[in-house]
């Protein structure tokens, strides 16, 4: 691409700036090349024109897109220059504070000078395994490419940590220590990953210090190689230190301290073991308060020493070892506080022998200390001749002094350091090691020395080896792809180095003029000045003779010449080290003994083959300078640096005040010039930068492509026909095997052109949006017109229209004028007469209510006079029964006091419970009491029924009697008439009462309807109203149920029971290191002690565990036992007593009613026996009453069953009278009477008035017979024909019913208009009077009929009366307690409330009782009628299958019968291995798949139900012991899900089969009649239920993580990576950290998983506990737990990876959660709470989708995450990453909103969620309904041996 194409209008560009390094700015007008201006406009507003010239100012740098910036990797920007690697750098620290970034193979860590939770075991956790480019950077994903390459490569890694002070090195280099000691910990009980660990801050002490840079600066260099077994575990660690900064011991510059080990010792002065050292304050020591500052901000000295002392306890040094350092350090604050005094003449000095700190120093070293003091002030000269003492000045004995204590504690210093190596050596083979290199930075100061020159020296051997291996890597990744390259240029520090360490180098020189007696600082820089002034990296200042300049990589440094011989000599006089050696202490004599024999100490190295030959040393070792001996262990650690493969970290200081996230621009360039990185930059530049996959690149840019091309398979072909098409220069783009590689830019101008793309089609999309919205306004405007023209028209129209009816309606208004006028005059006649008529109406009316209430008003007087006194005598019966009650319940209460002292909290609601059910007590009883009234009334109506009914009848038999007796006569037929007449008047009055009646019913009926819809309307208000009293009450006690006590219960339990489980993981863990120790050792077995009840007991006692009940409470009552058997003696024991009265009181209203129900047999029968002795008694009247008699008894059994009926009818009332349509009920039956006895009067008047016809009708037929046979005919012959024509007539009456009206009219009329004559023609026979007096006794039958039930229909009446007055007096009571409980307090309302709501379960539990024991009843009737039929049917297929072989056979057989299975097996002791084997170590899950669920449990149990039947301890215990070690066997050998989950199943399943058949009430609730008969009869098994339960716990856990580890691989990529929704995810370039080295590049890379796969992987584990007869239970607890495991591992890496971060994988994610929510309901898991745990991850990806622009979302985004602590939030808002140009960035000001929002919650302070955290596990009791005595046991298992009982 050409100049003109790049820097174009909108671009934006880099420029120079003084303060801030580089200023963003953007072009403003196109630029042509050749012009010498650029138009720019900075970010601030101000136009600039920049210069351009083609040597002195070239043109800017370009910036890179947006979209990169912010990126991981450096390497990734399409333009990479030092501008935009410091913008990135400064974009991730401030506004997302991310302090790690890539650049290439360079991990550049940013020091926050804050405290970051991301250094966390969940953090290592989540970084381990992962490949380098996977996730965000960090120093644990080095750490985890070093501990990779390792394991795949088998080569020696090395990770370099440098930077300048206060950068963060050491911090650096402790967390990739802590990574090794976590993921490689060591495999037995040496712990050395703790030693590694405790390393640290003992070299912190001895060799860190306060600097102004730094609170905790390294002030030497240390390389710590950590050794690996063949299986990477840490075997051992060694420990190489350089250059320590020895002059800190005597000088330190203001602000800085000493040593940190000093400052310890003086803070802990007061410690009774460290008082023997007299330390006082740091204060008081010359060597500790040179920088005026001894104390650190935050940091506690004494706290610190006790870290250190665990620390050297940890590594095996001892007390006293650790006492005698600390003497030596104490004695070098000593000796810095001698004073040296000088003499007169200036030439020597003296000690005064008093000196408080010289006695100490002596005596704390074991020196002579008059020696010390002659020896501090004196020196030996040696010649070859002659030994002299020479005196030395004040100055020269401080510097001897001061170099004794640099040298006292830089022995020590190694002495600390052989030792720590001596701690980690180990004696086993190393396989390989990793080394950790801790080394100063490039340094430059206004004054360097010595110290800084070694510092840059060492740097530039680091950059050297740093530039050819990233060279080398460079050249690698060209030649593996297989494109062509070309050699690049990298600068190369070789002469540099050469200056400093070749032949007559500048150390050389200096090692020369150190020889030279009388050299000095002056001669040695005019050596350098001679022999390098010509040198390009050496150069003399103008000003000064001794300084000089060298060009270092990083920078030009000038050293100060003085000091460099001495400290290069660092000399110490013989006599005071002879004087040391032989000191009493033996530490001391050790420290300055010959080095030979220290050199036992350092432990064995690994061999490494070195790429370099170091440089010979001299002879004599004591007397190396330190420029030779820095030399050759620089060289050494050059030596084993290229014999690894190198990992760097390049710590960056961001500012020099140590604020937090401040960002310096300036400082940091200055550091990244110096550390490399740049050059890692340009090397990169230099070739091809930017790397894409194909499917990537396509991915990423197929909207530049034509659709044809799409279409295509061949996915590089495409791509490479794009690039030829866009890009034309073909040098700007490279084709590899598996990438294109780009030069840099190119991805720059390829986002540009897609950019361009979206731009376009956004443009004509905006086009055509804007053209289909003009269209719409068109057509509305068109519309408009249309509809006003229309609506003018109409306008018109309606006008006319208007006048027409305008015409026409005035003559309308008079016709209707003239209408109204007559109208209004009728209406006012009609409503004068209206008004008189409602007047007079309203007078009578008036005058019935006043009679009516004046009866009502003196019925209520009544009913209230006998109300108080009922009250009153129920009130003095209450108080007795109260006052008794209470006596009893005060005696029991006070026997119970002791025993339930402890439950005194529920006591108190058994109290109430207690009184709530006597009053229960007394309203049953009070129901009961009325009941048995009701049944006496109807029992005494019924009999005097009965009397009326016989009395009735002999009195109408006597009067038969008579009339048949006595003679007619012609008077008769006159009295006949006489009394017909009567009858007549009779009815007519009957009808007329009849009618009255009616009416009265009706205005009654009409009156009581109206009241009680009042006060079904009142009852429905005051309902409603104890409905919402009752139900806030409800809410009340509810919430504070479930606040207080059901939250503090539930937290207790989870937070024992987390407690628990985990004492039982160590446990298990304990035990299985102890098996790890012994594996050839077998398991101890588990001897568990158990409870044997006494012999006697198991012989003599019951078999049943429940209470025994006395039979003088209870009676024989079978229902009562039933009771108990089913609620269990606790529930039971509480409802006993109200149960026993109840039934009783229950036995006796039956045995009345069965009382009552034989009474009215009796009388039925007796009423048939008078009856049949009346037809008997009179056989010559039999054919004449015959007719009558079989009507009477009809009439009477017809009543007789009416009275039945309505007896029945009145015991369902008085049963159904509780319900609440009691008044309807009521009321219908009455109806339903009244309207039988109407009907049944009509049918008593038409069969009057059939009779009457058919007797007129025979007299005729009979004057005709006489008319034809004449007067011949004999008197006695007519008799027998009338006699049958009576007959006749009274057999008509029943079929004669239904004849029609005019039948019965036309017979009346003629019956009246009969003459005299006729009747007096009627024969004297009496079969008339015989008629007539049937027919008056019909009548007045019927007539008593019509008064009975006029008098049941009164008391009916006055029943409904007294029950809406028992309803208004309910309805009262209730007002009452509604006013009553209005006025009580919360807590008294509270109280009852529950008082009430007990008495109504009572009540509802006493209903539900009886139920059920009548449904219990009809199933043990039903069950033995079963057996019975099942008894009968064995025996007939018995009996004929002997038959059958009888006759086949011809021999008589004997049919044994089957023995019932008893749900045992028997097995010989010898047998005991055998069933072990064949039942658990042998046994596989697939062995009984098609068997009853936990097969192998049942086995077992029924061995051991056999073992308790005979009483045989021994065997039970070595029967379950076995099993136990057997099962712990097979998990430990098996660690396969299968496996797992099915041994969980039998273990949990023997647990509940030992539960369930123990014998004790509470587990036996559930259980059959069979199945407690099965319940262990001598042994108490509690504690091997108990070992049980923790080993299914055990087993658990097992299952959860076997179940992870599988799982585990599958979620990032099921979750995060694979494409559940195809086409939404975007692809961005990526850098060089995306080919990591640790990635598999040679095989088909790293598997990848779908959503789909992870589902049927939980499916299938789901399927696999199913069939295992787990239970759901605990199935749902291992689902939950796996989801949380998901959940966690998904939300830790979307926190620790920026790719993943967008809104693209926000929709993936909701997308893929609802899946799994999808799968849980599938499953019927919904309930398992293991949705809940998904709910972090579900508003994780809501966070990313949601809005994030304004304070309203902030809220919302706060009130949305609230399974997300705040760290979290602000976290994934930090990593947000746009996956487009058109999506916007989340800024600062929106994170410091959130932040300021969130500020409020308390949430702790941890990133990522505990990927280890396991719930705890709940065992709830699941009893079998499995009988034992059914159980198949398949012959495939070889169980042969086992013996059914």
């Not at 009502?856 to 108080?879: C, D, E, F, P, S």
Request: charged share 25%.
């Amino acid at each position: 691409m050409s100049v003109n194409e790049l820097y174009t209008t909108y671009t934006r560009v880099w420029i120079p700036d003084e303060d801030h390094i580089w200023k963003a700015a953007e072009i403003t007008r196109d630029y042509k090349q050749g012009e010498s201006v650029l138009y720019l406009k900075l970010e601030d507003g101000p136009l600039l024109e920049y210069p351009v010239g083609p040597k002195s100012n070239p043109l800017p740098f370009l910036r890179n897109p947006d979209i990169l910036v912010g990126e991981n990797d450096l390497t990734a920007l399409s333009y990479l220059h030092e501008p935009a690697v410091l913008h990135n750098l400064r974009v991730r620290f401030l506004e997302s504070n991310h302090i790690y970034t890539y650049c290439g193979i360079v991990l550049v860590a940013i020091n926050p000078y804050e405290d970051l939770q991301i250094y966390g075991e969940e953090v290592i956790n989540a970084y381990s395994g992962q490949n380098m480019g996977d996730m965000d950077p960090h120093i644990f994903a080095v750490a985890e490419e070093a501990y990779k390459q390792m394991a795949r490569d088998e080569r020696n890694q090395s990770i370099i940590v440098s930077g300048e002070s206060g950068a963060g090195k050491t911090v650096s280099a402790k967390y990739a220590m802590r990574f090794f000691a976590t993921v490689g910990g060591s495999s037995n009980d040496s712990n050395v990953e703790e030693k590694v660990l405790a390393s640290s801050p003992i070299m912190e002490a001895i060799g860190n210090a306060k600097t102004t840079r730094n609170d905790n600066s390294s002030r030497f260099g240390k390389y710590i190689e950590i050794g690996f077994s063949q299986n990477y575990h840490i075997i051992g660690a060694n420990m190489r230190t350089y250059l320590l900064e020895k002059s800190r011991v005597v000088f330190q510059a203001e602000e800085e301290r000493n040593y940190h080990i000093f400052y310890q010792l003086c803070a802990s002065a007061s410690l009774s073991e460290l008082q023997d050292l007299n330390l006082t304050s740091a204060q008081d020591f010359t060597y500790t308060s040179m920088g005026e500052n001894i104390f650190i901000e935050g940091v506690s000295d004494a706290d610190d020493l006790t870290k250190t002392r665990q620390a050297f306890k940890l590594l095996g040094i001892k007390d006293a070892t650790q006492n005698a350092i600390f003497r030596v350090l104490a004695s070098i604050l000593h000796l810095g506080n001698i004073e040296i005094y000088s003499e007169r003449d200036g030439e020597s000095c003296h000690v005064s022998s008093s000196d408080v700190h010289l006695k100490h120093f002596c005596r704390l070293l074991g020196l002579e200390p008059p020696q010390m003091e002659h020896w501090l002030c004196h020196r030996k000269l040696v010649t070859t001749s002659e030994t002299y003492i020479k005196n030395m000045s004040s100055k020269q004995a401080s510097n001897a002094r001061n170099a004794l204590a640099k040298h006292i504690y830089a022995r020590m210093f190694d002495w600390i350091v052989a030792h720590i190596n001596v701690a980690l050596h180990t004696t086993s083979k190393q396989h390989s090691f990793i080394g950790v290199l801790d080394i100063y930075g490039f340094e430059t100061f206004e004054v360097n020395s010595f110290e800084q020159f070694c510092i840059n020296y060492a740097n530039e051997k680091l950059q050297q080896q740093f530039n050819s291996h990233v060279f080398k890597l460079e050249q690698e990744e060209y030649m593996k792809e297989q494109i062509p390259w070309t050699l690049i240029d990298f600068y190369d520090n070789q002469p540099c180095i050469d200056l400093i360490e070749a032949r007559l180098g500048v150390l050389d020189l200096l090692d020369e003029e150190c020889k030279v007696p009388k050299g000095t600082d002056q001669n040695w820089a005019q050596k350098l000045y001679k022999r390098h002034g010509s040198s390009a990296h050496f150069q003399k200042p103008r000003m000064s003779n001794t300084s000089f300049i060298i060009n270092h990589f990083a920078d030009d440094v000038a050293y100060e010449c003085d000091g460099f011989l001495e400290k290069n000599r660092d000399t110490v006089y013989d006599e005071q080290i002879n004087i040391l050696k032989a000191s009493q202490v033996e530490l001391v004599a050790d420290l300055f003994s010959d080095k030979d024999g220290g050199s036992s100490l350092k432990t064995s190295k690994v061999n490494v083959r070195a790429a370099k030959s170091a440089p010979k040393a001299s002879n004599k070792e004591n007397r190396k300078t330190v420029g030779l001996q820095f030399r050759s262990s620089l060289h050494l650690l050059m030596e084993t640096l290229n014999a690894t493969t190198p990992h760097y970290v390049r710590c960056i200081k961001p500012n020099d005040f140590k604020e937090a996230f401040s960002f310096d621009s300036r400082r940091a360039v200055q550091q990244l010039r110096a550390c490399g990185v740049l050059e890692t930059i340009r090397i990169s530049a230099a070739g091809y930068p930017s790397r894409w996959t194909y499917s990537d690149f396509f991915s990423r840019y197929r909207v530049l492509m034509h659709k044809s091309d799409m279409l295509c398979a061949d996915k590089k072909l495409v791509c490479k026909k794009l690039l030829e098409t866009l890009i034309k220069d073909k040098d700007m783009f490279q084709f590899g095997k598996t990438k294109i590689f780009f030069r840099a830019g190119q991805v720059a101008y390829l986002e540009k052109l897609r950019a361009d793309k979206f731009r376009a089609a956004c443009i004509m999309i905006q086009k055509t949006v804007r053209g289909w919205l003009h269209r719409v306004r068109y057509q509305k405007i068109r519309k408009s017109a249309i509809l006003l023209q229309r609506y003018g028209r109409g306008y018109l129209a309606r006008r006319y229209a208007e006048y027409l009816r305008l015409t026409r309606a005035a003559m309308v208004c008079q016709k209707n004028y003239r209408m109204v006028r007559e109208r209004r005059a009728y209406l006012t006649v009609r409503n004068a007469t209206v008004v008189i008529q409602a007047f007079t109406r309203g007078m009578f009316t008036r005058k019935i209510y006043n009679q009516l209430m004046l009866h009502y008003k003196a019925t209520i007087i009544q009913r209230n006079v006998r109300g108080w006194l009922q009250r009153t005598k129920y009130r003095r019966m209450r108080h007795a029964a109260i006052v008794l009650q209470c006596a009893v319940r005060r005696a029991r209460a006070q026997r119970l006091y002791k025993k339930l002292k402890k439950e005194a909290g529920s006591g108190e609601r058994l109290k109430k419970l207690d009184a709530g059910m006597e009053n229960k007590i007394v309203q049953l009883q009070r129901k009961i009491d009325d009941k048995g009234k009701e049944y006496r009334a109807q029992n005494e109506q019924l009999l005097q029924t009965n009397t009326n009914l016989g009395s009735e009848l002999s009195r109408l038999q006597k009067q038969l009697q008579q009339i048949n007796s006595s003679q007619g006569d012609t008077t008769q037929l006159s009295a006949l008439q006489a009394e017909l007449e009567r009858l007549r008047a009779e009815l007519a009055e009957a009808q007329e009462q009849k009618s009255k009646i009616v009416e009265d019913h009706r205005v009654e009926k009409l009156d009581l309807t109206e009241r009680l819809a009042e006060l079904v309307e009142e009852n429905s208000l005051l309902k409603s109203e104890k409905e919402e009293l009752n139900l806030k009450i409800r809410q009340q006690s509810s919430r504070a149920a479930e606040d207080v006590g059901s939250a503090l219960l539930r937290a207790e339990m989870d937070a024992e029971r987390r407690r628990y489980q985990n004492l039982l993981k160590e446990y298990s863990r304990m035990e299985q290191r102890y098996e790890n120790l012994k594996e050839e050792v077998s398991l101890t077995k588990f001897q568990p002690g158990h409870r044997r009840n006494l012999s006697n007991q198991s012989s003599q006692g019951s078999d049943s565990n429940y209470t025994s009940i006395s039979t003088s409470e209870v009676g024989d009552s079978e229902d009562a036992i039933q009771l108990v058997d089913d609620m269990g003696v606790d529930k039971a024991a509480m409802d006993i007593s109200v149960f026993i009265k109840l039934q009783k009181r229950v036995r006796e209203l039956e045995h009345e009613r069965k009382q009552l129900q034989a009474n009215v047999d009796k009388m039925e029968e007796l009423a048939r026996q008078q009856g049949s002795v009346v037809k008997s008694s009179s056989v010559e009247q039999q054919a004449a009453d015959l007719a009558y008699n079989n009507l009477k008894r009809q009439e009477l059994e017809s009543e007789n069953k009416k009275l039945k009926n309505d007896l029945n009818e009145l015991h369902h009332s008085v049963a159904d009278r509780e319900s609440s349509d009691e008044l309807q009920s009521s009321y219908n039956l009455l109806l339903s009477q009244f309207r039988a006895a109407n009907e049944e009067l009509d049918a008593r008047k038409e069969e009057v008035l059939i009779l009457r016809t058919q007797i007129v009708n025979a007299v005729e037929q009979q004057e005709k017979k006489q008319q034809l046979e004449g007067d011949n005919l004999a008197e006695d012959s007519s008799l027998p024909a009338d006699k049958d024509e009576a007959l006749r007539a009274y057999q008509g009456l029943r079929e004669s019913k239904n004849a029609p009206s005019n039948l019965l009219t036309s017979s009346f009329s003629d019956c009246v208009s009969c003459s005299q004559p006729k009747w007096r023609s009627l024969n004297e026979d009496g079969e008339l009077l015989l008629a007539y007096q049937g027919l008056k006794e019909v009548a007045r039958l019927l007539e008593a009929q019509l008064q009975s039930q006029n008098r049941q229909h009164g008391d009916e009446l006055e029943a409904l009366h007294t029950q809406i007055e028992l309803l208004k007096d309910d309805i009262e009571k209730k007002q009452e307690k509604l006013n009553y409980t209005t006025s009580l307090s919360p807590e008294a309302l509270l109280e009852y409330s529950v008082q009430l709501e007990i008495t109504r379960l009572t009540d509802d539990n006493l209903d539900l009782k009886e139920l059920v024991e009548k449904l219990e009843k009809n199933e043990r009737k039903l069950k033995k009628q079963l057996r019975i039929y099942m008894k009968k049917v064995q025996e007939l297929e018995v009996s004929r299958s002997s038959r059958a072989k009888a006759d086949l056979g011809r021999q008589v057989t004997l049919q044994r019968k089957e023995k019932d299975f008893e749900g045992m097996l028997e097995y010989c002791k010898e047998d005991e291995a055998l069933l072990i084997k064949m039942l658990i170590t042998d046994m596989r899950p697939d062995d009984v798949s098609g068997t009853v669920p936990c097969l192998p449990a049942y086995v077992l149990f029924m061995c051991v139900r056999h073992a308790d039947y005979i009483n045989d301890d021994n065997k039970v215990e070595a029967l379950l012991t076995a099993s136990i070690n057997a099962i712990k066997r097979v998990l430990k050998r098996n660690d396969d899900f299968d496996t797992t989950s099915f041994w969980l199943a039998n273990t949990s399943r023997l647990l509940h089969c030992l539960k369930q058949y123990s014998g004790d009430e509470a587990f036996m609730v559930h259980n059959t009649a069979k199945q407690n008969e099965h319940c262990l009869k001598n042994f108490d098994l509690a504690e091997y239920r108990q070992v049980l339960s923790d080993l299914s716990i055990q087993i658990y856990q097992q299952l959860i993580r076997v179940a992870e580890s599988v799982i585990q691989p599958m979620i990032v990529s099921a979750m995060l990576e694979s494409e559940s929704i195809p086409s939404l995810a975007g692809v961005k370039p990526m850098g060089y950290r995306n080919r990591s080295s640790s990635m598999d590049t040679d095989g088909d890379g790293p598997s990848s998983y779908t959503l789909q796969a992870l589902i049927r992987q939980l499916g299938q584990f789901h399927t696999i506990m199913r069939d295992h007869g787990l239970d759901p239970e605990i199935a749902g607890q291992v689902v939950r737990q796996l989801f949380h495991c998901i959940n966690a591992v998904t939300l830790n890496n979307l926190l620790l990876r920026k790719d993943v971060c967008s809104w693209s994988t926000g929709m993936q994610l909701r997308y893929n959660t609802s899946q799994m929510e999808e799968w849980l309901r599938a499953n019927n898991l919904y309930q398992s709470q293991a949705a809940a745990t998904l709910q972090p991850i579900i508003q994780a990806a809501q966070l990313l989708q949601v809005k994030k622009k304004t304070s309203q979302d902030a809220d919302a985004i706060c009130s949305l995450c609230t399974s997300l602590n705040s760290q979290q939030i602000v976290k994934i808002l930090n990593l947000y990453t746009p996956l487009n140009e058109f999506e916007e960035r989340v800024t600062v000001s929106f994170i410091r909103n959130i932040q300021s929002c969130l500020q409020e919650r308390n949430d702790p302070p941890q990133l990522l969620l505990d990927t280890k955290q396991t719930f705890p596990v709940l065992l709830p009791y699941a009893p079998s309904a499995l009988s034992l005595e059914t159980l198949h046991i398949p012959n495939s298992l070889g169980l042969d041996f086992l013996i059914r009982v």
